[in-house]
């Protein structure tokens, strides 16, 4: 301020020192923000990212709510003590347990002789394996049984559980040893959960569990592509002798644009001069190939037009026969002998069906 | 600005959800307050009044409470999919609370985009996706082209077949009067 | 996996078409035509899908117009240097390039859009029956013709002809006379 205009700035600051003081936001551009903003994330960059925590490193956090809310949620009315046994794992004991020695107390006096989920979880998981076979069994009677089976060993794949597991809120609730988990641990807390409300509730509770949970996952999913047939037609031939039907005659249907790279084939395969599955190709032989395949599909009663699979209320009077026992494609092939047949010319790729098929490996 | 700046997903349901069993999908809800502010007024008489209702009817919900000194309320609900959302609930009267809630326990957990399509099926198509030989005879395999018989223009008879056919009937007509 | 992979291929497989022009409108043929090049004649068309079909016109030098067309129409062209305009009567384009009238039809009904050219590339256009056997190897279907071809009197027999009710004929002496038009030299360079 100039001192021309000092004598009357006099009173002007002395009014202005009655006034209360008051923060007022400036809505300039605020220029050492950018500096403290770039400190900062270099200052991030240097520490590191935030280390990976534990739910339960959280104040919110109650152990015994979160279990009994789990059981709630999923509707299922168990105990406390059994539901805290199926998230205990032999590893957190073996930790306290080492813990405790280190310290110098005894073993024995510390309360730590519970039991961990192990045996829950290897009854839970034969009895989820069990009723998800007799469910496919059931579902898709004409099915052969290594397709069911590669069905059942993607639906039991760890990938699936882990995944079913995670969004049922099972990671935070674990007592075990490893951090991060291991998906195999998540694996089986889901299978101890299982054995937990069998030996609780009984089987059908434990039925219905699988039924509403892990057999869902088959929704959207096409479950012809889980099992790896490598020679559908000579499948398909040995099925047809075995029903004492006609060879079967792929025929061409359509044909567009030959000579081009954008080539299409159509080819029916006909049995008895009755059409028996039809499929398009790039080239012939692999719309033959599709062919055999739709046609396997149509005997077998697994193609895309099927009704739905009977779950949740559908499901409610489901009655499975435990003892139904399905077709197997290998006791097929080794009625239908090579040196009989003279009109089917993939006799001789019969054997090799199961080329590399034998670990029946998830497609 | 393209559609892809802003995020956006397709319809999805976590799990295949409802067609088992339907399970909440909000796991835990903490609510956090100040003890002595205005703005948490409507959280401390939620709690109060309505907080054992909810606790009650949804045994599945794990519900904290966390008193904060000085610090603005808000409500935050974890999900099973492991997302967490958050409601400022400063100045929020009880009922507007409860409301906020009930909207919290009814969501998926999925994050909120703008959703490409409306629906989603697994199974588009029962009876199969059309392809150009869908309504197509097989004779054409067989036919050989150009085949130039069949697809001409249907015929009719034409004007002069018509008066030559007037012509022949009045001849017989003039021939059976005669005789 | 595979079962979708090679029923998306059937779905937006493209298609071969062969089309008879002979005595055919080219108005009318050339909307027919582009319906087929663009995919209009598919339900799963849509603008930006390239699903057109290719379509393979044969006996183009056949190809007739309405009326007194083939005097009065007038194709125009710009070379697009100084004094590059020119115009060609219909019959004239038809003498130099049989096959000419019929593409400037497609091309003029097609809509005037960046998809256009890919379209009239796979437009193949023959003056006679005479298709290589590539192509002819590729045709699965035929597009109906658009006009209905009349009955040309070589087509009638002797027997029908003198049937026939007339009201009066050329006596046998008359020499029926027309002059024909001089051959130009223009048109010599062109057609060889």
Not at chain 1, 8 to 23: A, N, S, W, Y
Not at chain 2, 145 to 171: A, C, I, Q, W
Request: hydrophobic share 35%.
């Amino acid at each position: 301020m100039s001192a021309s205009i000092r004598s009357g700035l006099k009173v002007v600051c002395f009014r202005k020192l009655l006034i209360p003081l008051q923060q007022v936001p400036s809505r300039c551009y605020k220029k050492g923000l950018s500096k403290d903003l770039r400190i900062q994330y270099k200052s991030r960059l240097t520490v590191g990212p935030e280390p990976d925590r534990h739910r339960s490193e959280f104040i919110n956090w109650n152990y015994d709510s979160e279990v009994y809310s789990f059981g709630k949620r999923l509707g299922e009315d168990l105990n406390d003590d059994i539901l805290k046994k199926v998230f205990l794992h032999r590893s957190y004991i073996e930790r306290e347990k080492k813990k405790i020695q280190e310290l110098g107390i005894a073993v024995g006096t510390s309360g730590l002789d519970v039991d961990h989920n192990e045996q829950l979880a290897k009854s839970g998981e034969q009895l989820a394996s069990n009723y998800v076979l007799i469910y496919l069994r059931n579902a898709f009677p004409n099915y052969f049984e290594e397709g069911i089976r590669s069905i059942h060993e993607y639906l039991m794949s760890e990938d699936v559980l882990c995944n079913i597991g995670r969004h049922l809120g099972i990671p935070e609730l674990i007592m075990c040893d490893d951090f991060p988990l291991r998906e195999s641990t998540i694996v089986t807390t889901l299978m101890a959960f299982i054995g937990a409300l069998e030996q609780e509730k009984g089987k059908e509770r434990a039925h219905l569990f699988v039924r509403d949970f892990i057999l869902p996952q088959l929704i959207g999913k096409d479950i012809n592509e889980m099992w790896n047939v490598v020679n559908p037609m000579g499948l398909l031939t040995a099925v047809l002798h075995f029903q004492k039907r006609g060879l079967p005659e792929p025929r061409l249907l359509w044909e567009g644009a030959s000579s081009t790279l954008m080539s299409v084939y159509h080819i029916g395969i006909y049995s008895d001069q009755k059409l028996i599955g039809k499929a398009p190709g790039e080239t012939a032989q692999i719309a033959e190939e599709m062919a055999a395949r739709d046609a396997l599909k149509r005997l077998c009663q697994t193609q895309e037009s099927r009704p739905a699979l009977l779950l949740g209320k559908l499901s409610e009077n489901l009655k499975l026969d435990e003892k139904k026992v399905n077709i197997s494609a290998k006791d097929i092939i080794e009625q239908f002998s090579p040196k009989e047949s003279t009109a089917s010319t993939s006799s001789k790729s019969i054997f090799g069906i199961f080329k590399g098929n034998h670990s029946l490996n998830k497609v | 600005m393209s559609g892809g700046s802003i995020p956006s997903n397709f319809l999805k349901n976590v799990l295949n959800n409802g067609i088992g069993r339907y399970v909440c999908q909000m796991k835990r809800v903490t609510f956090k307050f100040c003890k002595q502010r205005n703005d948490s007024q409507g959280t401390r008489d939620f709690i109060e009044n309505h907080l054992l209702d909810f606790t009650n009817a949804h045994p599945g919900v794990v519900v904290y409470i966390q008193p904060r000194n000085n610090r603005p309320s808000k409500i935050v609900a974890e999900y099973l999919n492991g997302r967490s959302e958050g409601i400022a609930t400063t100045k929020m009267p009880q009922e507007e609370i409860c409301q906020w809630l009930e909207h919290l326990r009814t969501r998926s957990g999925a994050e909120i985009v703008r959703l490409r399509k409306n629906h989603h099926t697994d199974n588009p198509s029962t009876q199969g996706v059309w392809h150009p030989f869908t309504n197509k005879d097989t004779s054409l395999n067989l036919a050989k082209f150009p085949d130039n018989d069949s697809y001409k223009v249907p015929s009719t008879v034409s004007t002069t077949d018509r008066l030559l056919e007037m012509g022949r009937k009045l001849r017989q007509e003039k021939l059976s009067e005669k005789s | 996996m595979a079962n979708n992979r090679v029923l998306q291929w059937a779905t937006f497989a493209r298609t071969w078409w062969i089309f008879d022009a002979n005595h055919q409108c080219h108005i009318k043929s050339a909307k027919r035509i582009a319906l087929y090049l663009q995919g209009k004649h598919k339900p799963i068309y849509h603008p930006l899908s390239d699903i057109g079909d290719h379509v393979v016109v044969i006996n183009t030098a056949g190809i007739s117009m309405r009326n007194d067309f083939w005097r009065k129409w007038k194709y125009n062209h710009h070379t697009g240097y100084a004094g590059g305009h020119s115009v060609t009567s219909a019959w004239r384009l038809h003498e130099l390039d049989q096959t000419k009238v019929v593409e400037k039809s497609v091309y003029a009904t097609l809509p005037g859009n960046l998809l256009r050219r890919r379209m009239m590339r796979r437009l193949h256009l023959f003056t006679d029956d005479n298709v290589p056997d590539d192509i002819l190897q590729n045709v699965t279907d035929q597009i109906r013709q658009v006009t209905v071809v009349p009955r040309l009197i070589q087509e009638y027999t002797q027997e029908e002809l003198d049937a026939m009710p007339k009201l009066f004929d050329w006596p046998d002496d008359y020499e029926i006379e027309f002059k024909r038009r001089k051959e130009d030299d223009e048109i010599k360079k062109y057609l060889k």
